[in-house]
């Protein structure tokens, strides 16, 4: 069965810094893989996702994930945080041998501080 | 605009009294979901169905019936909710699984007292 883990339920950077979300996955064939991003009191909102082409994605808001087979990781980035970066973010995945059945990670808040 | 749209946004309940949250979605997607948030175990799938008429149980199935009669719509229904369904619901439908992930809705957060 597919399953995903974030590394860290909270993040706390400073305004200006570097934002890094670990997520690692594990699924039997190749997977597609998702970063959401939920703000206070509203739905998840898709910011990139991997399938199968480039290695190196990149999203809405600055974000960027990179996939590594070898290490069955796709982390997410952002070279300089923004206060409004503030949020809960969730590493998902989906593959063929689960009928692309779409399995979320815990979840990780970040926090941005002044 | 194409969206899925979820209601009610907000519900307060006591256990037993059947509750149903609606779901529309206007992109003609086949394939649509229910979620459960809970603090600590991200999103878990309740049910999802593939097209008109076509249900499947997903991970967290029991005490949710759903219903998928026409393609734009799938609603959830709680027959006796009980204060363990206390939780943040959200619909998703998708064009097609895999490569375009989920569209989701602005979700219903449930209060079963």
């Known amino acids: 069965a597919q399953s995903v883990t974030q590394l860290g339920s909270h993040v706390s950077v400073s305004e200006g810094a570097l934002v890094l979300l670990r997520c690692n996955y594990s699924s039997s064939v190749p997977p597609y893989l998702f970063w959401y991003v939920q703000y206070p009191n509203q739905g998840l909102q898709l910011l990139l996702k991997y399938t199968s082409a480039a290695t190196l994605v990149k999203g809405i808001n600055g974000f960027e994930a990179e996939f590594k087979k070898s290490e069955t990781s796709f982390h997410l980035t952002k070279p300089s945080a923004h206060m409004s970066d503030a949020a809960e973010y969730f590493c998902?995945?989906?593959?063929?041998?689960?009928?692309?059945?779409?399995?979320f990670g815990a979840g990780t808040t970040v926090t941005v501080r002044a | 605009e194409a969206q899925v749209t979820q209601n009610p946004r907000y519900l307060i309940t006591v256990t037993g009294k059947k509750l149903t949250v609606t779901c529309s979605q206007n992109?003609?997607?086949?394939?649509m979901s229910w979620y459960r948030q809970d603090p600590g175990l991200g999103l878990r799938q309740i049910y999802y169905?593939?097209?008109?008429?076509?249900?499947d149980k997903g991970d967290v199935p029991e005490g949710y019936k759903v219903s998928r009669k026409e393609k734009r719509n799938f609603p959830l229904i709680l027959e006796s909710p009980s204060p363990n369904q206390t939780s943040l619901y959200f619909c998703?439908?998708?064009?097609?699984?895999?490569?375009?992930?989920?569209?989701f809705g602005s979700g219903t957060r449930l209060t079963v007292v």
């Open positions: 992109m003609n997607h086949e394939y």
């Open positions: 998703a439908s998708s064009l097609s699984l895999g490569i375009h992930g989920y569209t």
């Open positions: 998902a995945v989906s593959d063929r041998a689960n009928d692309y059945k779409l399995s």
């Open positions: 169905s593939m097209n008109v008429e076509v249900t």
